[in-house]
């Protein structure tokens, strides 16, 4: 038993290495790759540091409160969708473009997917900390204070975007990505609330898989 506890050890550490290695290569390539001839510097910039401060709190993390695998795999998945659109700006992704035109839309709406995104990957790393840290008893408790704190976070970064357009004035047309939208700042909200709710609804089970078995590792 004792020897094959080691062997399963040894293999669950090379998988996680090589999960590692993959996550920070596919990263770095794609926020170089975002980096190169973007649409507007100043769009690139201010859209992609959310995802370089994630990476930062996710390596001075990584040894003290290591998270499930899921949960990177969304968090990594939110950084390439928040790096595409700083590379080309929200309102000129190519697919969405393409997408706007076969659905005879009025406007590219790569934004909401971003907010949409807003509400999802922060509702599975909220769920996980309030789990893990035992915060909140009762599921449906849980479930309040996991869309409360995906609402407020939403709510922040919408505050983010009008500091940033009334300290950049024109410049910041771009990060804004409204498309002369008169509802776009609420709407924004409720595609991060939709993803929140989706979230729950998808990735609880095979999230409380994961935590289960990152606790007992721990």
């Given at each position: ?48 540091m959310p995802a370089i401060i994630g990476a ?13 695998p899921i949960l990177y795999f969304f968090i ?143």
């Amino acid at each position: 038993m004792h020897r094959q506890y080691i062997i399963y050890e040894t293999e669950n550490l090379k998988r996680n290495n090589l999960i590692k290695t993959l996550w920070i290569v596919v990263y770095f390539v794609v926020l170089i790759w975002s980096g190169i001839n973007p649409k507007d510097q100043l769009t690139w910039l201010l859209e992609v540091m959310p995802a370089i401060i994630g990476a930062i709190l996710l390596l001075a993390t990584y040894n003290s409160f290591r998270l499930t695998p899921i949960l990177y795999f969304f968090i990594l998945l939110h950084c390439i969708v928040l790096m595409v659109g700083s590379h080309y700006t929200y309102a000129e992704v190519p697919l969405f473009d393409w997408i706007q035109q076969a659905l005879d839309m009025g406007r590219n709406n790569y934004d909401k997917l971003g907010h949409f995104m807003q509400g999802f990957v922060p509702a599975l790393l909220a769920r996980e900390i309030l789990i893990r840290k035992n915060v909140v008893n009762g599921a449906i408790w849980l479930n309040v204070f996991i869309l409360s704190v995906c609402l407020a976070f939403s709510a922040f970064y919408e505050l983010i975007e009008w500091w940033v357009a009334l300290a950049a004035g024109g410049d910041a047309e771009a990060f804004l990505g409204t498309q002369g939208y008169v509802w776009d700042t609420q709407s924004d909200m409720m595609f991060a609330l939709i993803g929140a709710i989706a979230c729950l609804l998808l990735l609880s089970r095979r999230h409380n898989y994961q935590i289960q078995d990152i606790t007992l590792i721990g």
